[in-house]
């Protein structure tokens, strides 16, 4: 019989919680420049030196919308005053290394640099002063906040920013959660929530997500407004209840020598857990997994070694060695659906692993979606995209 929490003194500790969906407020990116910005850059950096400060300091005062970065075209110019010895943007589209450095106009306290990129591109960055100043852009309105906390978020023009994000008057989802949950396969204890859609109800039955990296899914990815927003827009879809895991040993337990015991955690005593308490289907049709980066490394380890447990898969940025899609290709082709996505300027090594993957779904006529996006390594990326994923695993069959 697969072990269970143990139920007296250090049992799961639940916690029932209505979630309220609060609306929030997204400025505009930066600023948009009606045109010209680029030549007044130029005009101002070629003036005398007797006249180029004055003017600086008028570019800066009078910059459109008061914010940077400013985005001309497919062109977004960052700007930074202030005195320093050093000045440069890094983020997604640098891989997070310094390399884009900024160019101090002569004689001022002005600093620039251009970046270009298609016009529907997201990417976090921050600027580095001097080597060592890691600060958000303080003319920047826009922020998003990933595993490592705030960064500064370039959203060009055609960016359309996620609709539950802004929404407001959603329903309620229902937020379980169960503290010191024992995974006796590993020796620990770790933290589980089940978040159930807006109006669950006992008499029905509903599908499963199994959600890796728990956490950062209900705190970044802002799952319970992803499904309050499904909810209130799309009523004919099934909603699943979604159980998120809290990683112990992220590294281990995801792709390293703990992963076939935290697979065993997951089947042997998180689900039965889970079916004896929910109106869950037992349907591995109606079963699925996510996970971002190396929590989609974990979720094709689950679905390759369980395909009788899981035929769904929603995949952000996910790291799938060779392995692995190998084993995910033993399965049979026609009971399982995937959601596939990775950005543009992802993690170096995610973008040809993916591209393989997918390449094998269509070659194997496994139904999937698969997308690049304009972005990078991002919860910014991945919060956007839950409901593409949502809608291709559990959507109209």
């Known amino acids: 019989m697969p072990a269970r929490p143990r139920a007296r003194r250090r049992a799961a500790r639940l916690l029932a919680l209505a979630i309220a969906i609060p609306a929030v407020a997204v400025p505009a990116t930066g600023s948009t420049a009606a045109g010209g910005f680029a030549a007044r850059l130029a005009a101002t950096a ?7 400060a004055a003017a600086a300091d008028s570019l800066w005062r009078d910059l459109p919308g008061g914010a940077t970065p400013v985005v001309e075209d497919s062109t977004a110019h ?8 050093t000045v440069a943007v890094a983020g997604d589209m640098t891989q997070w290394k310094p390399a884009l450095a900024m160019q101090r106009m002569p004689g001022t306290s002005l600093w620039h640099a251009a ?4 016009l529907d591109s997201r990417l976090d960055y921050k600027l580095i002063v001097d080597g060592g100043q890691w600060l958000q852009d303080p003319l ?5 906040t990933g595993g490592f906390g705030p960064n500064s978020e370039l959203a060009m023009p055609a960016y359309v920013d996620p609709p539950e994000q802004v929404e ?3 329903p309620p989802c229902t937020l379980h959660s169960f503290a010191d949950f024992e995974s006796p396969e590993l020796g620990n204890e770790r933290q589980v929530w089940v978040v159930l859609p807006p109006g669950y109800d006992p008499e029905r039955t509903y599908p499963l997500l199994v959600v890796h990296d728990g956490r950062e899914y209900i705190g970044l990815g802002k799952l319970p407004r992803v499904l309050a927003h499904l909810a209130a827009t799309r009523p004919e879809l099934r909603l699943p209840v979604c159980v998120c895991v809290a990683h112990v040993e992220r590294g281990e337990e995801y792709g390293g020598a703990k992963q076939e015991a935290y697979g065993r955690f997951i089947v042997e005593t998180l689900l039965p857990f889970v079916t004896a308490r929910y109106a869950v289907s037992m349907d591995p049709a109606d079963r699925g997994s996510m996970g971002a980066s190396a929590g989609g490394h ?4 689950l679905a390759g070694r369980y395909p009788e447990q899981f035929q769904g898969l929603v995949l952000m940025s996910p790291y799938i060695p060779d392995a692995k899609r190998a084993l995910f290709a033993l399965r049979a082709p026609a009971d399982c659906r995937v959601y596939l996505n990775w950005g543009r300027w992802d993690l170096p090594e995610i973008p040809p692993l993916a591209e393989a993957f997918a390449a094998m779904l269509a070659e194997r006529g496994i139904a999937h979606e698969a997308r690049v996006c304009n972005e990078g390594h991002s919860w910014g990326l991945w919060r956007a995209t839950i409901d593409e994923g949502l809608l ?5 069959r």
Do not use: H, I, K, Q
Not at 46 to 52: F, G, Q, S, T, Y
Not at 78 to 85: I, K, R, S
Not at 392 to 396: I, K, L, N, Q
């Open 46 to 52: 070629a003036l005398p030196d007797a006249a180029r």
């Open 78 to 85: 960052f700007l930074f005053w202030g005195e320093a010895a």
């Open 115 to 118: 970046f270009t990129c298609p």
């Open 140 to 144: 920047n309105p826009r922020a998003v």
């Open 168 to 170: 407001r008057d959603l």
């Open 298 to 301: 974990v979720s094709v380890y």
């Open 392 to 396: 291709v695993v559990f959507g109209e």
